[in-house]
Nanobody, 121 residues
Framework: QVQLVESGGGLVRPGGSLRLSCAAS????????IGWFRQAPGKEREGVAC????????YYANSVKGRFTIIRDNAKNTVFLQMSSLKSEDTAVYYC??????????????WGQGTQVTVSS
């Protein structure tokens, strides 16, 4: 059974850091492109970061470039999203997703359940 499980969300002050984890079961993560997405209340879901299959190259939304890093640990079959210099506008539910193709640009095949990140003083 294919499953993605996110963890690591929580409440953090502006300027703080969090590391989100996306653990996969039922398939090897390094054979998939993995993306992190987020959705804030009243807003559309947006792509945050993507790491390509095998290559791996990484891509980031302009809003998080230089602050977020996507990392794949094949030994743990887990992808991380390291977030630093967090801002209130980063508050959202964060989802990881997997695509059975090279990149994240043509849609995702599997989704996790999401983890809440709240940036507030």
């Amino acid at each position: 059974q294919v499953q993605l499980v996110e963890s690591g969300g929580g409440l953090v002050r502006p300027g703080g850091s969090l590391r989100l984890s996306c653990a996969a079961s039922g398939f090897p993560l390094d054979d998939y492109a993995i993306g992190w997405f987020r959705q804030a209340p009243g807003k559309e879901r947006e792509g945050v970061a993507c790491i390509t299959r095998n290559d791996p190259s990484t891509y980031y939304a302009n809003s998080v470039k230089g602050r977020f890093t996507i990392i794949r640990d094949n030994a743990k079959n887990t992808v991380f999203l390291q977030m630093s210099s967090l801002k209130s506008e980063d508050t959202a539910v964060y989802y990881c997703a997997a695509a059975d193709r090279f990149s994240c640009q043509q849609g995702m095949d599997y989704w996790g359940q999401g983890t809440q990140v709240t940036v507030s003083s």
